[in-house]
């Protein structure tokens, strides 16, 4: 999962990016108005953290030029305001959830995978593909109810086809899914077709058919078509 944590109090951002760190999550960070409407005018997330006050700006105007631009990214909006109207007008806009500080680390998480699960998977904890099964939770790859080993990053690659499936993925997309936004300055990704070579293995030699299709010049999708 590739999280952007839009906060700028220091500690409590760099707290975020350690937690979800820990569990092989993906985590940039931008702690002004500015610095956030960079990043998300170049590149995509699965969740948005947004704090309302910045120094420089409005988190508010984010979400609506979010929304104004049809990004499918999950929002979750953290404030110290505890305020009807801002949470209102948030949610109104376009916020999937609201979470007020101070909040522990622990609910922050879990706000956060019920919004994934909503956006992505509908709402489950088990995501089902033909013969493929995952428990998200438990981070654990099924293949004819038979358990697979997956390193973390072949892990978030399958995660990333299957909420994609039926869609074309590129490599440069692949990349700072899995990498971070800092990846596109590599001179190549032929490091891209090394985990999907690998995750195809795995879940061939357990009985599942190929479902990872390379498409020229584009790159790759999930697709039992």
Request: with cysteine; net charge positive.
């Given at each position: 999962m590739k999280i952007l944590i839009i906060e700028d109090e220091q500690g409590l951002c760099e707290s975020i990016v350690g937690y979800f760190s820990e569990d092989g999550n993906i985590c940039e960070y931008a702690n002004s108005y500015s610095a956030a409407m960079a990043k998300v005018s170049l590149y995509n997330y699965d969740c948005i953290l947004l704090d309302i006050s910045l120094p420089d700006g409005n988190g508010l105007d984010i979400l609506k030029y979010l929304k104004q631009q049809d990004n499918q990214a999950g929002i979750l909006i953290i404030s110290a305001k505890n305020s009807l109207d801002d949470k209102l007008t948030g949610l109104d806009i376009g916020a999937d959830d609201y979470l007020v500080k101070?909040?522990?680390?622990?609910?922050?998480?879990?706000?956060?995978?019920?919004?994934?699960?909503?956006?992505?998977?509908?709402?489950?904890?088990?995501?089902?593909?033909?013969?493929?099964?995952?428990?998200?939770?438990?981070?654990?790859?099924?293949?004819?109810?038979?358990?697979?080993?997956?390193?973390?990053?072949?892990?978030?690659?399958?995660?990333?086809?299957?909420?994609?499936?039926?869609?074309?993925?590129?490599?440069?997309?692949?990349?700072?899914?899995?990498?971070?936004?800092?990846?596109?300055?590599?001179?190549?990704?032929?490091?891209?077709?090394?985990?999907?070579?690998?995750?195809?293995?795995?879940?061939?030699?357990?009985?599942?058919?190929?479902?990872?299709?390379?498409?020229?010049?584009?790159?790759?999708?999930?697709?039992?078509?």
């Open positions: 101070p909040f522990h680390l622990s609910e922050l998480k879990a706000r956060v995978m019920a919004i994934i699960r909503r956006k992505s998977f509908n709402g489950s904890n088990i995501m089902v593909f033909n013969e493929i099964t995952i428990d998200m939770m438990a981070k654990e790859v099924k293949v004819n109810n038979n358990s697979l080993k997956f390193t973390r990053k072949e892990y978030m690659l399958l995660m990333y086809f299957l909420a994609n499936k039926g869609k074309v993925v590129s490599k440069n997309a692949i990349a700072e899914h899995l990498w971070g936004d800092g990846i596109d300055i590599a001179d190549n990704f032929d490091f891209i077709y090394s985990h999907i070579k690998n995750v195809r293995k795995k879940l061939e030699e357990a009985g599942c058919k190929d479902y990872i299709k390379a498409t020229y010049g584009m790159g790759y999708k999930l697709t039992d078509q």
